[in-house]
């Protein structure tokens, strides 16, 4: 079984995750100009 204040963190973690490749990425897109 999962616990619950598990799958909260870990949903906040892939969260931040996501929110800080997007910005990698558009740092990346910024410097490819």
């Known amino acids: 079984a999962i ?3 598990t799958g909260d963190i870990l949903e906040l973690n892939i969260f931040t995750v ?3 490749t997007t910005k990698l990425l558009k740092i990346l897109l910024f410097f490819q100009k």
Do not use: K, Q, V, W
Request: charged content about 35%.
């Open 3 to 5: 616990d619950p204040d």
């Open 18 to 20: 996501i929110n800080y």
